[in-house]
């Protein structure tokens, strides 16, 4: 219903010391749905509640389509939002919670009463209705709030990790009638998480932060393959992405990684890409499931790959994925994802085939990505 | 430049009004010592609103020709002894509400709320006639056990929210290392709860040292300071004393209860919050 | 974890509540049997007595219509205070420090304190004098100006015990969740709105205790009336006082006392019935 634009946005707390945001500048489209993922005390909540008008921003515009609300109240702002901390009144019934924005913009009886039913029913809470919020587990308040946020239309939704309190299977039902209600209203929404699969299959594009600042907004799927920087790259992605020091080494045409007893062979065609590092150390970095171990099963779809040699260290077996760990050389131990149950020994000998088209090499001062 | 002026209009209004407030609050306080210091010449000249020369003549007088001294020496007396058998009684009592779980807490604790609510003051009519069997008229431990009765639903209220907030995992881990129930809690939670208890027994002297109805009732020659005060000021017996007097003896009474709460201060919202709950 | 024990909670208890229940039960019973005794029988000629009293029923009035003017008012005031205080400003500390100075000053000092203001010499009438407002002081004190001494009463009570009701709803609103606010801003609602829907509906308790504790002191009082108007106004306290400690008549003083005690269990009864905050009740 409205595009949002934050301009160069900053917050300062305790006079400056604290820099909880700095500097962000970000458009949602209209009817987008933008998860803000980020590491605890990045920014998001702060972030999300000058967005809503409850904190005044040290610096910076925030616009609602043409209009600079960066000073609007929140109640001129016509959003929604649920909370982290839920802030479900305790002294009003469910029903009295869902229906309070409704009440306060004057809808008639009927309509309100037919709202809060659909609203607690796509959240499994009809029963609870006639409760108090002391009643009923964090969970439940936790709905509680996601009604009350979804049973006006907003112009903006805002919800500040709407999901974190609900038991696993909930919570993937949630997320599922979560992004069919946002695709259906087009309410452009800002959905904040540290879930990475809650990022990954919600988001329309994600927004990385760290430290008060944007590090990289993009599709999942963009942000996932090609980081930006290290720390985006080891954020997202379980178990992390591996990262080691290596040297750029030309050996004849090609391109050798050289890392402390161990050597990494590239194609040449990573050489153009490389040039300017050759001889210097550069950060080189692949995710557990890029890889595969020789032998035992193989990657599909690679087109180019390389061999590393190993030694098997130790071996997680999570039931639907087996994460090798192994030794490469001078205890630099690296993780490859396998599927299924890998009947392997610790000690024994494996090549680990490298996709080739999946790797990240790093710039080791800035950390910021060159491949 | 609209916006900013009805901002700064706002804040003008507020910041008047928190002046009003506090003047209002404050003012009768200063006036009334200064008239206690002030000549009577000053104090009935129409033109002084406030008096330009002082004496210590009046405290003087109060104090030591009216009595006043002996009844601050009672009113200590009285005030010491309320604190000790109520805090005797009480922490033991606000310990067990605090720490334990057993059937008919709620009501004990209840009981307790209503009892803080029961007019013990006029209680103090019937009491003396057993007083005058039990030979507790005018004494100051007959004022200080009728005192008692009105502090301490007080005290284990308060008491029990103080342990409450002692978690009992220190205590617990103080009897894993090897204390007993009892050591434990004299080892560990009694200093974690000392500043609160502190709070407490300043409340506890403030409340006692206050009170008039019940000490101008049980006593005679022993009277506690406001006992004194009320029986030199007004009443058939007493008769008006003359104005200046009057205000020395609100400065002498106000002195050291404002002084101890004001030590007391960084409890005093959340202390109240808490007894009332 | 709290421990679970068999007796050690009651044997902890039961010397306070002994304590308290003595000193509760034993006035009572006494007062009763004073009151309603002659000579070791059943008579009512005390009650008779005093009803027939004029003095009995302008006590009751007066004490009624002081705790109705006094109470409410302080409420009122105490709402608006805790709530304009209830924010980050500059001087938030000495404002609450001022604004409780009171609450530590006895009902005696403040009537002497407030005489200090109010008497033909006093601070009030030398203002208004030397500023011009008037030309003759305004007389507070004296049974001809008894209406005077009503106000004089009422305002050096307001002066001392709105810090109570204070306290009390401040400490009540800083439990209030700033989140709780906050969202119902969200939704749209505007200042009255959330003052009505969210910040009074969660002060209730609070409200409530305040209520109750005032009106219950409001009956007792005695004190700020005895030194600003003796006898002028007379007021259950003090009348019970009077017929004791000047008359000796214990069986009258008794009926003052337990007229007091009735009025008190009886309002303090109506207020926990009315005024029930669900949603606290309702927990666990
Ligand atoms: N009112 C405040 N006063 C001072 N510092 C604050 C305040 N609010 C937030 N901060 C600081 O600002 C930083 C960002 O806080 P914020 O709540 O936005 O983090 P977050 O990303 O939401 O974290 P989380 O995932 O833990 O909820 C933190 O360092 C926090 O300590
Ligand atoms: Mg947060």
């Not at chain 1, 020789?294 to 779809?301: A, G, P, R, Y």
């Not at chain 2, 020369?53 to 005030?79: E, H, P, Q, R």
């Not at chain 2, 009765?149 to 005290?155: I, T």
């Amino acid at each position: 219903m409205v595009e949002v634009r934050l301009e160069n946005l900053k917050k300062y707390f305790d006079n400056g010391r604290v820099k909880a945001v700095d500097g962000v500048n970000l458009t949602i489209k209209d009817g987008e749905f933008l998860v803000l993922l980020g590491p605890s005390g990045c920014g998001k909540t702060t972030t999300l509640r000058m967005i809503a008008g409850l904190e005044t921003p040290t610096g910076g515009k925030i616009w609602f389509e043409d209009k600079d609300v960066t000073y609007l109240p929140p109640k001129d702002r016509n959003i929604s939002m649920v909370f982290q901390s839920y802030a479900v009144w305790p002294h009003m019934t469910v029903y009295d919670n869902i229906a309070f924005p409704l009440k306060i913009k004057k809808y008639p009886k009927e309509e309100i009463d037919k709202k809060v039913r659909w609203a607690a029913e796509l959240l499994q809470i009809e029963e609870l209705l006639d409760r108090y919020p002391a009643q009923l587990s964090g969970g439940q308040r936790q709905r509680v709030a996601v009604a009350r946020a979804i049973v006006v239309e907003p112009n903006v939704l805002l919800m500040d990790e709407p999901l974190s309190n609900l038991d696993a299977k909930l919570r993937v039902a949630m997320r599922a009638e979560i992004k069919k209600l946002q695709t259906k209203l087009k309410v452009t929404t800002i959905y904040v998480t540290h879930d990475q699969v809650e990022a990954m299959t919600m988001g329309d594009r994600i927004a990385v932060m760290n430290q008060g600042k944007l590090l990289q907004v993009g599709p999942p799927t963009e942000v996932y393959l090609k980081p930006k920087s290290i720390f985006v790259a080891t954020f997202i992605g379980a178990p992390e992405m591996n990262l080691l020091e290596v040297s750029v080494k030309e050996k004849e045409d090609s391109i050798t990684l050289e890392g402390e007893g161990f050597e990494i062979p590239l194609s040449s065609d990573f050489k153009e890409l490389l040039e300017k590092y050759i001889d210097k150390t550069v950060v080189f970095g692949i995710r557990p499931e890029h890889m595969t171990i020789e032998s035992v099963s193989s990657l599909e779809h690679v087109k180019r790959s390389t061999t590393i040699e190993g030694i098997v260290d130790f071996i997680e077996a999570l039931g639907t994925d087996t994460i090798v760990h192994a030794n490469i050389g001078s205890g630099n131990i690296i993780k490859v994802k396998l599927p299924g149950h890998i009947p392997l020994e610790v000690g024994s000998k494996v090549k680990i085939v490298v996709d080739l088209d999946n790797i990240h090499i790093f710039d080791k001062n800035t950390e910021k990505a060159i491949i | 430049m609209n916006d900013e002026t009805k901002f700064m209009l706002k804040k003008l209004i507020f910041y008047t009004f928190i002046f009003t407030v506090v003047a209002w609050i404050v003012i009768p306080i200063i006036i009334s010592t200064l008239y206690g210091f002030a000549l009577p010449r000053d104090y009935y000249d129409p033109k002084k609103i406030l008096p330009t020369s002082f004496t210590i003549k009046y405290v003087k007088t109060l104090l030591f020709t009216l009595g006043a001294l002996d009844g601050i020496k009672n009113s200590v007396i009285v005030a010491l002894i309320t604190i000790t058998i109520s805090f005797a009684l009480g922490i033991p009592a606000g310990y067990a509400v605090a720490k334990f779980l057993f059937p008919g807490k709620d009501t004990i604790k209840l009981s307790i709320v209503a009892l803080r609510m029961f007019p013990i003051p006029v209680m103090a009519i019937p009491l003396v006639v057993l007083y005058i069997k039990l030979n507790l008229i005018d004494t100051l431990l007959g004022v200080a056990l009728a005192h008692t009765a009105m502090a301490l639903p007080f005290v284990v209220l308060i008491t029990s929210s103080i342990f409450a907030g002692v978690s009992t995992e220190l205590e617990e881990a103080g009897m894993v290392f090897g204390l007993t129930r009892f050591g434990s809690f004299f080892r560990i939670t009694l200093p974690l709860a000392l500043p609160g208890l502190a709070a407490a027994a300043m409340f506890t002297f403030v409340m006692s040292w206050n009170e008039v109805f019940v000490a101008s009732i049980l006593t005679l020659s022993h009277r506690t300071l406001p006992a004194q005060i009320l029986s030199i000021m007004a009443g058939a017996s007493g008769g008006a004393a003359p104005d200046y007097y009057k205000f020395a003896a609100a400065f002498i009474m106000i002195l050291p209860a404002i002084t101890f709460i004001f030590f007391a201060r960084k409890y005093l919202v959340t202390m109240w919050g808490i007894t009332l709950k | 974890m709290k421990v679970k024990s068999s007796y050690i909670p009651y044997f902890l208890i039961l010397p306070a509540f002994a304590y308290l229940l003595f000193f509760v039960g034993y006035p009572l019973v006494q007062a009763l049997y004073i009151a309603f005794t002659q000579n070791g029988q059943f008579s009512l000629a005390t009650v008779r007595k005093t009803f027939a009293d004029p003095y009995f029923w302008d006590a009751l009035k007066y004490t009624i219509a002081l705790a109705g003017v006094i109470v409410p008012t302080q409420v009122g005031l105490a709402l608006i205070l805790a709530l304009t205080v209830n924010r980050a400003f500059k001087g938030k500390d000495f404002t609450i420090y001022a604004l409780t100075i009171p609450l530590t000053i006895s009902d005696v000092a403040a009537g002497l304190i407030w005489y200090a203001i109010l008497s033909p010499s006093g601070f009030l009438n030398k203002l208004l004098l030397n500023i011009g407002l008037i030309h003759q002081p305004i007389y507070f004190f004296g049974y001809q100006y008894r209406h005077m001494e009503f106000l004089a009463i009422v305002l050096a009570e307001l002066w001392r015990a709105t810090s109570i009701v204070f306290v009390i709803i401040l400490a009540g609103l800083q439990m209030i969740s700033n989140e709780y606010l906050e969202a119902a801003e969200v939704f749209g609602a505007d200042y009255w709105t959330r003052l009505r829907k969210i910040v009074i509906p969660l002060l209730k308790p609070s409200i409530q205790s305040a209520l109750i504790i005032r009106t219950l002191f409001a009956m007792q009082i005695f004190g700020i009336v005895w030194i600003l108007a003796g006898r002028d106004i007379p007021i259950l306290a003090g009348e019970g006082f009077y017929r004791l400690t000047e008359l000796k008549e214990y069986d009258v003083a008794s009926i003052y006392a337990l007229v007091i005690a009735g009025l008190s269990i009886l309002l303090g009864a109506l207020y926990i019935k009315f005024m029930k905050a669900e949603y606290l009740e309702v927990r666990r």
